[in-house]
């Protein structure tokens, strides 16, 4: 075969796999060097080694096996709905992404899988919303707690449609086992978003938007803190209320130079709203109330944002990154993510600045 024609039949055989996305060779896969976040107002398409959108929603990172692990839940391209076909909703599960640079992410693939079986707690739709995953080093299990939502995954009061769900694996990228859902402190307390945190001394907790219906001393929405057991799979009786955080959710704590930093979210459903954060000298309080902590760009509105998590960089403590996502409702597998710095701006307050593109090898100070 002439030259010519051998090289005009490659192109367009390439043109093909890449519209059809039937076979993206690695080198046409993008190469990231940096956080791109964007403008307050963009939503930017983030891909993995394989070229293929990430879909790891309101989860969290995880340094295991000399490696980050990204894990979230997989949503459907469909809008937010009550019913079969919220796009809210995962038919799918859990799934994972590891990386050794935090820009660049491969597909590890479903940890925590949906069930096709009516009769499994698991079956989709359903959610696991704002998986977090700890390591327990006395039983050397990774323990993945999430917000269950039960079939359909409509939000609810009864047992099924408003608790904490929990699986193990004995490998950061599992499978996950899963162990079954409760309610922390009692059974009137709905599960509403939360978030775990892991002291240094290993003990960890369970921190999250308690809703209470039933007329009493406990009515309302308010934050609580309960200390989980020994081996992470259940709720020790140790809790605290935070009173002074009524009406707040999508918590998200960090520890640093010896002060519990909390970061929330206003209850206003998927409209944004101002981020206020919290500190105290002990992890179960009490809180102090400090105010907004994002700064630039429609800060007010959390930068168009809900924060999900934070973590430090590896072997750099004092390097702290703040995970946010913007919602899309109308399509929500096209939600984006935001990575951002939490700068301590004197030894009891921090500060999140919102950055369009930026390294995490080139801190800002």
């Known amino acids: 075969m002439h030259s010519y024609f051998r090289n005009t039949l490659w192109r367009w055989l390439v043109v093909v796999l890449l519209v059809s996305g039937l076979g993206m060779p690695r080198a046409f896969a993008q190469k990231y060097t940096q956080f791109t976040n964007?403008?307050?107002?963009?939503?930017?398409a983030w891909l993995d080694t394989s070229g293929n959108l990430i879909n790891a929603h309101d989860g969290g990172i995880l340094f295991a096996d000399g490696k980050y692990h990204w894990y979230g839940m997989?949503?459907?391209?469909?809008?937010?709905?009550?019913?079969?076909?919220?796009?809210?909703?995962?038919?799918?599960?859990?799934?994972?992404?590891?990386?050794?640079d935090l820009y660049n992410w491969s597909y590890e693939g479903v940890v925590l899988a949906c069930s096709t079986d009516p009769a499994n707690p698991l079956y989709g739709p359903m959610r696991f919303e704002r998986p977090k995953i700890v390591y327990n080093g006395a039983t050397k299990q990774y323990v993945m707690w999430f917000h269950y939502v039960g079939y359909p995954g409509d939000h609810g009061t009864r047992i099924g449609s408003g608790?904490?769900?929990v699986a193990v694996s004995s490998k950061i990228n599992g499978p996950y086992a899963f162990k079954g859902y409760?309610?922390?402190i009692d059974a009137d307390g709905v599960v509403r978003d939360f978030t775990l945190f892991q002291d240094?001394?290993?003990?960890?907790?369970?921190?999250?938007?308690?809703?209470?219906?039933?007329?009493?001393?406990?009515?309302?929405?308010?934050?609580?803190?309960?200390?989980?057991?020994?081996?992470?799979?259940?709720?020790?009786?140790?809790?605290?209320?935070?009173?002074?955080?009524?009406?707040?959710?999508?918590?998200?704590?960090?520890?640093?130079?010896?002060?519990?930093?909390?970061?929330?979210?206003?209850e206003t459903g998927w409209k944004n709203n101002a981020a206020n954060y919290y500190r105290s000298e002990k992890i179960m309080g009490p809180y102090t109330e400090l105010g907004n902590p994002a700064a630039g760009p429609d800060s007010d509105l959390t930068f168009n944002a809900?924060?999900?998590?934070?973590?430090?960089?590896?072997?750099?403590?004092?390097?702290?990154?703040?995970?946010?996502?913007?919602?899309?409702?109308?399509?929500?597998?096209?939600?984006?993510?935001?990575?951002?710095?939490?700068?301590?701006?004197s030894a009891s307050t921090l500060v999140v600045p919102y950055l369009a593109a930026w390294s995490w090898n080139h801190w800002p100070k």
């Open 306 to 345: 809900q924060g999900t998590f934070a973590f430090p960089v590896q072997g750099r403590k004092d390097e702290v990154l703040f995970m946010a996502e913007r919602h899309i409702t109308a399509r929500m597998t096209d939600s984006s993510y935001l990575f951002l710095p939490i700068r301590f701006t």
């Open 74 to 100: 997989a949503l459907r391209p469909l809008p937010v709905s009550n019913g079969l076909d919220g796009g809210q909703k995962t038919t799918a599960g859990v799934v994972m992404y590891s990386s050794s």
């Open 200 to 266: 240094d001394d290993g003990a960890a907790y369970f921190i999250y938007d308690r809703d209470v219906r039933q007329p009493g001393p406990g009515f309302g929405r308010v934050l609580h803190i309960v200390k989980l057991n020994g081996d992470y799979l259940g709720f020790s009786s140790n809790f605290y209320k935070i009173a002074n955080a009524a009406s707040r959710e999508a918590p998200v704590m960090v520890k640093h130079g010896g002060f519990y930093y909390m970061i929330t979210s206003a």
């Open 38 to 44: 964007g403008e307050v107002t963009e939503h930017v």
């Open 182 to 184: 409760s309610r922390p």
């Open 163 to 165: 608790d904490a769900g």
